[in-house]
């Protein structure tokens, strides 16, 4: 089917003006001279017009500035998330049935939804002077499998199950790593007493759920209590780094592949063509947010 990532050639193409302003507009289509023309009348927003006027898509999934994702890249993502999803059912039934059939079209707007991501990412944690290292990322894998799916082999398993090969597993979490150290950076969790109480309770409340279902949390509340911390205050620290990521594609537009979506700029994901996410919400992946877009 058209949508579907099948090699490198036969690449389409959009011709128009990048168009910045509002909160942000970060794709690249095709306008009409006289509706850009009244535009710039309107002030609505500032057209900045390429040499060429073009952007090309051939043997790319998508195009963030100057950086290229490479349509076999994401096939290869999605190739191995969907063979991997189907052993892993064959595996576990039982625990497959809990999930919605994996479908490659989902799938690939998943995946590039955090490819994309992450380059955003690691463009705003160039710009800070942030790095994330190989141990934080490894420390941040294990924390998340552990607190929130009692394991790190659970946590693979659906992973698996959600389509999500695990050497892919651990790119995207970089991404979560990146989001988390960038917004220590733009708005640091609280160290009070209060907050470590919060974190503390929490802590219990997941202890409780796991030994009620035979499993033991592997992690102890000294070890989880910064990661608990930051995740009791999500919604303040996510504002932060997704307006400094919103800020970046401006500068930095981003531009899918009709083949496999269009950007949402508002949501900072990729929808399926004539689908705005703000209105019509994808339904969560089995892992969660953080896994299909920056949580």
Known sequence: MVGEARGDGGGTSTCGLAVRGGRRVGTVTAVKPRSAARRILAGVALVVLSVSA??????????????????????????RGLAVSRSAAAAN???????????????????????V?????????????????????????????????????????????GGIARQDLRLFLRSNALESAIADRLAPAPDTDAAKEQARGRYDKIVTDFR????????????????????????QRNQAVYTKLRETASRE???????????????????????SIATTPAPEPPLGPGLATAQ
């Open 54 to 79: 073009c952007t090309t898509h051939a043997g790319s999934a998508a195009q963030i500035g100057d950086d290229t994702i490479k349509t076999s890249t994401l096939r290869d993502v999605v190739d």
């Open 93 to 115: 039934p039982s625990a497959a049935q809990s999930i919605a059939p994996i479908e490659r079209t989902d799938l690939q707007r998943r995946a590039l939804t955090t490819l």
């Open 117 to 161: 991501q992450l380059d955003l990412l690691e463009r705003e944690a160039r710009s800070l002077g942030i790095t994330v290292a190989d141990q934080d990322r490894d420390a941040f894998y294990q924390t998340y499998g552990v607190l929130e799916f009692g394991g790190v082999a659970d946590f693979e398993q659906l992973a698996e199950l």
């Open 212 to 235: 009620a279902k035979g499993k033991q949390i592997s992690l102890s509340f000294d070890q989880a209590q910064g990661y608990l911390i930051r995740s009791l205050a999500a919604d």
């Open 253 to 275: 537009p981003v531009s899918i592949n009709p083949r496999f979506g269009t950007w949402d700029s508002a949501q900072l994901a990729v929808a399926a063509a004539g689908v």
